[in-house]
């Protein structure tokens, strides 16, 4: 398998074509964004750091029973994966209030909700990536009943995995977005999971150690990355 040609370019990863036709190489890039992209910057070494966190949640989620897009690690900054067609929508998961949820519904920040909320986001950037329901993705033929509730319960089922085990970390999993395409038919998890699609909090003092860093001006973002990659692995990167 060799890597040939690229084929698309977004805000966070490079994905190349291979010589084998269902799979593709993810090179993860250090730029980051924020706001739909209003916001622009570099973090030192996030490209490496969230190849690798990533390649950690796919590999527990997979021995749970969740499978995804990932196949294996190929260096610090590319992974192999199947190539997926992209469902336009994202799926997002709440287990306390933040961000856009506090806003919206006047809740304070730290906020824990009775039950995970699951909201679902147009996945368009010309619109903003805006909230949608269900009855939307059915009107404009996003993905069908079948395909939204194997999403539905692959991200609740994803949620209960990974807050059991940041809860080991003394980690708080706040939120994330995930991102779901067809594989053979089949509804698979794609994309990332790292601290530019999660809030992760110290469960002891609540400091965030996210991409949040980065969108307030906080500081200190590539040692929250770094430290979440230590708690999942024992190890610096």
Known sequence: MEKIA?????????????????LLVVDYKDDATAFNG????????????????????????AKCGVE?????????????VKKLKIIPVE??????????LSQRLGLKEGTPLARPVLEFYYKNDA?????????HIAVLALA??????????Q?????RILTEHLKTLNLILVDYKLEFGLYQGQVLLGDEISPD?????????????????????LGGVEEAYQEIYRRLTGGDC
């Open 6 to 22: 690229l084929l698309y370019e977004g805000k966070a990863k490079r994905i190349y074509t291979t010589t084998e036709p269902d």
């Open 144 to 153: 069908t009943p079948a395909q939204v509730g194997a999403m539905a319960k």
């Open 197 to 217: 699609t999660c809030r992760f909090w110290e469960a002891t003092t609540g400091e965030k150690l996210d991409k949040d860093r980065f969108r307030r001006d």
């Open 38 to 61: 209003l916001k622009k910057g570099r973090i030192a070494n996030k490209g490496v750091l969230n190849n690798k966190i990533s390649a950690f949640f796919f590999t527990l989620l």
């Open 91 to 100: 799926v997002v998961v709440r287990n306390y209030a933040a961000g856009s």
């Open 127 to 135: 619109l903003g990536d805006p909230l949608i329901n269900e009855d």
């Open 155 to 159: 991200a609740l089922t994803v949620n």
């Open 68 to 80: 995804s897009h990932y196949v294996r690690l190929l260096s610090d900054r590319e992974m192999l």
